[in-house]
DNA sequence: ATTATCTATAGATCTATAGATAATGC
DNA sequence: ATTATCTATAGATCTATAGATAATGC
């Protein structure tokens, strides 16, 4: 026997399948982000993609694939920077460089930012399961260590749960309302600058212990 | 003449006008603030508000006059705590209580917050003239009010702007993801009641001179 | 031989309107 | 007489598939 002994029906992706379905996944990012799921359409995505949309299902079995694939791909990302806080760390440097870290995700990556905003916004219908496995987990391990800091005073008393959502909130922010932020602070650079400074200043504050 | 001088093809609402236009804009924030605009249908909007699909459009043009009178009508809710900040009050009483008031139109007014939300995060299209002509105004008007507080060591060096935007974010955080918060702090009682001592703290620190 | 792409279109869903009928207010 | 509601449906838009044709890999 030749198979791959796990799934017979797989066959190895061809170069030009993984190239396609790259470019189907970064048009969908665009398009999915702008306008959310049921706002979206293939014809957008085609076009974006520069394929035919009977193409586009040849790579995929269907919008709502499409759609999965881009959430499972970036739940990973997403939640990199708080996987990434070290308890071995010290509590202050480690906190506000998760600040840093995930307020530099909004800016360099603010179309999956908005992707998921939109996805939580609508009750998070294809993603809760995700959510209950994959993040809440995770949440929960990083808010035991942040109380351990707390209650070794080593920052100051805080609560864990409410100064991680702080924290996604604020930095989200810029991504999310966007629209808002740029009528609001029109010179862009000089506002993610401004926003970096004020966000630590504002986390340090609170922490202090 | 018996006409009203302003315009003679407007007759004044019956009482039946009222009370059906009033259902279809409750139903219709339902939806809208749900699915976002492209993700909700007549349909849904009609078996919310107990009526038929033709008779909504009896009393309003189409979807979109719908949306429109919606965002229309929230604005001014919504600026409304803002509006609010008295330059003759206590900063620092003034700013922690627009915290609380922000926060609290979120736990009252999900629905409200998320139709923004939604809009906002699809680029603003049908609110982009709304921000500029009335929110922007009274943005530059309150962060000047809120430098000057600064420039008078009343609070804290602070970046207006910013502050404004940590406030909204943070207190409209709880109703735009609230699915998600669900899922990470299943106490909702105890949640609201964490998240205000939580805010409260943190602009307290930050803003203290 | 298999993989990739195209044209054409089925079938579902949605917004909106036409036109008839019922309810309401003088 | 005017206002409100209903049935029926036009016309647009969308997802998805069928089936033929072209390109690619042994």
Redesign the pocket.
Known sequence: MTDEATDSTK?KP????QK?RKRVLEAALDVFSQHGYRG????QIAEAAG?????I??YF????EIHVTLLNRLMETWLDPLAHLDPRGDPMAELLGYVRRKLEMSRLYPRESRLFANEILQGAPRMAPHLESGLKPLFDEKCALIQSWSDAGRIARVNPRHLIMSIWATSQHYADFEAQVRVLEPETDASWKAAGAHLETMFRKLLQP
């Open positions: 066959r061809s170069r030009i399948q396609n979206a359409t293939l014809d394929l035919s949309k009977p193409n299902l040849y079995s269907g919008k709502e």
